[in-house]
């Protein structure tokens, strides 16, 4: 067991005769000078422990940054090709923790840098195994990029993650005015399904394997060059980093 857990453990037994003793000091017979010493005693072997397990959390080590190269190839783009800056997001539309960051995130981004031509984000597919329609919905996805339509589909599947199947993806098209019948034979040609395996067995290959991962920095070349970004981080942490490689230049 390691010292964090010793440490949760020991406060919460130690709380408990803590109270026991406060209860049956005056059940036994202890005097009031006899039951603090033992209380004063207790609190000190607590406040100890505490510090044991501050210290030990303290001295671990935070995980290293890594710094990825992504290819922009495959992908599917929100925002101006030309904007200075790039972020790339590694995505599946059934992962609760991309939609987090489709509704509390990308609505800042959009506003504040997207819109403006400051950045520009590159979608790439990685459907994780354990999502029953997620690769069916990144399929989705490029049958509508066909007819230009990604960044509709896009936001729809995130505003129905709970309901992807095959039936619900064609009456999704319909709503944003896709020409039905030609999205419908796209899916059932499933002309995407190798480009979507290769490209998360590519990703992969890089040690990105959850969802959502970015990578912000400079387009050059068709390729980003930057430090990963894990999970749904908050709108301000996105900000921050991109601010600053704006105010870096290219």
């Given at each position: 067991m390691n010292r964090p857990v010793v440490a949760h453990l020991?406060?919460?037994?130690?709380?408990?005769?803590?109270?026991?003793?406060?209860?049956?000091?005056?059940?036994?017979g202890l005097t009031r000078e006899q039951g603090d010493e033992i209380l004063r005693e207790l609190r000190a072997l607590r406040a100890a422990?505490?510090?044991?397990?501050?210290?030990?959390?303290?001295?671990?080590?935070?995980?290293?940054?890594?710094?990825?190269?992504?290819?922009?190839?495959?992908?599917?783009?929100?925002?101006?090709?030309d904007a200075p800056l790039t972020l790339?997001?590694?995505?599946?539309?059934?992962?609760?923790?991309?939609?987090?960051?489709?509704?509390?995130?990308?609505?800042?981004?959009?506003?504040?840098?997207?819109?403006?031509?400051?950045?520009?984000?590159?979608?790439?597919?990685?459907?994780?195994?354990f999502h029953a329609h997620a690769a069916n919905a990144a399929h989705a996805a490029r049958c509508?990029?066909?007819q230009e339509r990604f960044v509709a589909m896009h936001d729809?599947?995130?505003?129905?993650?709970?309901?992807?199947?095959a039936g619900a993806l064609s009456q999704y098209a319909a709503n944003i005015g896709l020409d039905r019948a030609a999205?419908?034979?796209?899916?059932?040609?499933?002309?995407?399904?190798?480009?979507?395996?290769?490209?998360?067995?590519?990703?992969?290959?890089?040690?990105?394997t959850g969802t959502p991962t970015f990578v912000l920095g400079h387009a050059v070349d068709g390729k980003v060059k930057g430090p990963q970004i894990l999970g749904?981080?908050?709108?301000?942490?996105?900000?921050s980093r991109i601010d600053a490689l704006l105010e870096q230049g290219s």
């Amino acid at each position: 067991m390691n010292r964090p857990v010793v440490a949760h453990l020991s406060r919460a037994t130690l709380a408990l005769v803590l109270g026991i003793l406060s209860s049956s000091a005056a059940a036994e017979g202890l005097t009031r000078e006899q039951g603090d010493e033992i209380l004063r005693e207790l609190r000190a072997l607590r406040a100890a422990v505490e510090r044991l397990g501050t210290r030990d959390v303290a001295a671990r080590p935070a995980p290293p940054v890594r710094e990825l190269e992504v290819s922009l190839a495959d992908g599917n783009r929100i925002g101006s090709p030309d904007a200075p800056l790039t972020l790339v997001q590694f995505t599946d539309y059934q992962c609760p923790y991309c939609a987090r960051f489709f509704r509390d995130v990308l609505p800042t981004l959009k506003e504040n840098y997207i819109d403006s031509g400051k950045l520009q984000l590159v979608v790439h597919d990685l459907p994780l195994d354990f999502h029953a329609h997620a690769a069916n919905a990144a399929h989705a996805a490029r049958c509508a990029a066909e007819q230009e339509r990604f960044v509709a589909m896009h936001d729809t599947l995130y505003g129905n993650a709970q309901a992807l199947d095959a039936g619900a993806l064609s009456q999704y098209a319909a709503n944003i005015g896709l020409d039905r019948a030609a999205f419908d034979a796209c899916m059932e040609s499933g002309r995407y399904r190798e480009s979507i395996t290769r490209g998360a067995a590519a990703i992969q290959a890089l040690g990105i394997t959850g969802t959502p991962t970015f990578v912000l920095g400079h387009a050059v070349d068709g390729k980003v060059k930057g430090p990963q970004i894990l999970g749904a981080q908050p709108a301000a942490a996105f900000a921050s980093r991109i601010d600053a490689l704006l105010e870096q230049g290219s």
